[in-house]
């Protein structure tokens, strides 16, 4: 996409030559709603690890299941962190399919992820979006949207994919995780995935040192240091593995390498 600084889709004030998390991985989706320095620096990290994109729609499927997962297990209400641009088989499509009373809060700190989820979604009162960083559960949690459709008395799914590894270690994610945890009724889950350098770090090394040029700093962890964030829940088999290893729908989807994905999945029952 050829992009208009005037298009309806670019809100006042964003910065379209500094690249963005949420943009680059539009791109690696295949989507269209990036500029062309989120192009250029998608372009650079596959040059690195040319496996990005896979590794891109590997998570989304993950998210998929993850969703699929909460649903059977009575989850009817979801709170979606960093849930970036939209792409076919988000969060309330996934869930309707079961249940289509099924409500979603999204909420993104991106500017372009924010508005073109408003534009996609104006006429979906089961829906809503909420502008605000993972940093502030204050504000996503007592948000409007969230108080209008989510009610936290019941199990909810709290929902962080591919989101805390641009979150660094000063800002102390067990900390904010413990505010979302302690709002979450016993029975809620909390779904996470998250990039590490663990395998193949030579090159995973060299995208995340690229990733320091961009609006969103990246930050790996080891499985150990993602087993922390899930204290107070109890972590569903298969615990924490490689996002094609999460509850596959065949061994195939896992193949004979799922750590090619570099990103943890896991998903926790809260106590």
């Not at 499985?223 to 509850?247: K, M, N, Q, S, Y």
């Amino acid at each position: 996409m050829t992009e208009n600084p005037r298009s309806s889709w670019v809100p006042q004030g964003v910065d379209v030559e500094r690249p963005s998390a949420a943009r680059i991985y539009d791109y690696y989706l295949g989507g269209g709603y990036n500029f062309e320095s989120d192009r250029q620096f998608a372009r650079k990290a596959i040059a690195l690890l040319p496996s990005l994109p896979m590794i891109a729609q590997l998570n989304r499927v993950f998210l998929r299941r993850a969703v699929r997962f909460c649903v059977r297990n009575g989850i009817r209400q979801f709170l979606d962190i960093g849930s970036g641009i939209p792409s076919v088989g988000n969060v309330h499509e996934v869930a309707r399919q079961v249940d289509p009373a099924a409500r979603v809060v999204y909420v993104d700190n991106e500017p372009v992820a924010v508005a073109h989820s408003r534009m996609m979604l104006s006429q979906d009162p089961q829906t809503a979006v909420v502008q605000a960083d993972v940093r502030d559960p204050e504000s996503i949690l007592g948000s409007p949207e969230a108080r209008r459709l989510l009610d936290f008395d019941e199990p909810v799914a709290v929902l962080m994919v591919a989101l805390l590894h641009f979150i660094p270690h000063a800002d102390e994610p067990k900390a904010f995780l413990a505010q979302y945890r302690d709002a979450m009724a016993p029975g809620s889950y909390l779904a996470l995935s998250h990039a590490t350098v663990e395998h193949q770090p030579a090159i995973t090394e060299q995208v995340r040192q690229l990733y320091e040029n961009s609006q969103n700093p990246m930050t790996s962890r080891t499985r150990a240091e993602l087993e922390i964030l899930f204290d107070g829940f109890d972590l569903v088999a298969p615990g924490i593995v490689f996002t094609p290893a999460w509850r596959p729908d065949s061994p195939e989807e896992v193949g004979e390498d799922p750590e090619r994905s570099v990103i943890y999945a896991a998903v926790g029952r809260r106590r």
